[in-house]
């Protein structure tokens, strides 16, 4: 009787010992648990597709696709955001898709990723949906499917 005794004692130690300890480390914000850059700052999550994910505000890039994404498919839509001569082919393509799933809530976006041509590209994660999108002159003129 003396041993389940003192195994309770430990028990009942060890649980508040562990709830002690979680509410000490409760009280630090979350982003000191995120990996830190040289700078201090957190660094976001690679994606298995996608790649390393960047904010929203990242750059004029990130801030022109995620209005693309958060605004609503329709004609002014495309031409908006899709450059003229890629405009037709990228609505045949992508249309049904982009009607059914724009405005979005939630998606990801890659960093950026600087072509030679002067055009950049990015990645996306949209509903289970990944795409490769290259931005030039301020519009979308490429859309791939991963």
């Given at each position: 009787m003396v041993m389940g005794r003192s195994v309770k004692l430990v028990v009942s130690f060890?649980?508040?010992?562990s709830?002690?300890?979680?509410?000490?480390?409760a009280a630090e914000p979350v982003r000191i648990f995120f990996?830190?850059?040289?700078?201090g700052e957190p660094v976001l999550p690679v994606d298995?597709?996608?790649?390393?994910t960047a904010g929203a505000s990242s750059s004029e890039f990130h801030i022109l696709v995620s209005k693309a994404l958060r605004s609503p498919y329709s004609f002014e839509w495309t031409e908006k955001y899709l450059r003229e001569d890629v405009r037709a082919a990228l609505t045949r393509l992508y249309g049904p898709w982009l009607s059914e799933n724009l405005p979005a809530s939630s998606f990801l976006l890659s960093a950026v990723h600087e072509n030679g041509?002067?055009?950049?590209?990015m990645n996306i994660r949209i509903n289970g949906a990944c795409f490769a999108i290259v931005?030039?002159?301020g519009?979308?003129?490429?859309?791939?499917?991963?």
């Amino acid at each position: 009787m003396v041993m389940g005794r003192s195994v309770k004692l430990v028990v009942s130690f060890l649980i508040a010992a562990s709830l002690c300890c979680a509410f000490c480390f409760a009280a630090e914000p979350v982003r000191i648990f995120f990996p830190a850059s040289r700078t201090g700052e957190p660094v976001l999550p690679v994606d298995s597709v996608i790649g390393q994910t960047a904010g929203a505000s990242s750059s004029e890039f990130h801030i022109l696709v995620s209005k693309a994404l958060r605004s609503p498919y329709s004609f002014e839509w495309t031409e908006k955001y899709l450059r003229e001569d890629v405009r037709a082919a990228l609505t045949r393509l992508y249309g049904p898709w982009l009607s059914e799933n724009l405005p979005a809530s939630s998606f990801l976006l890659s960093a950026v990723h600087e072509n030679g041509d002067g055009s950049t590209g990015m990645n996306i994660r949209i509903n289970g949906a990944c795409f490769a999108i290259v931005v030039s002159g301020g519009q979308i003129v490429s859309v791939t499917k991963l």
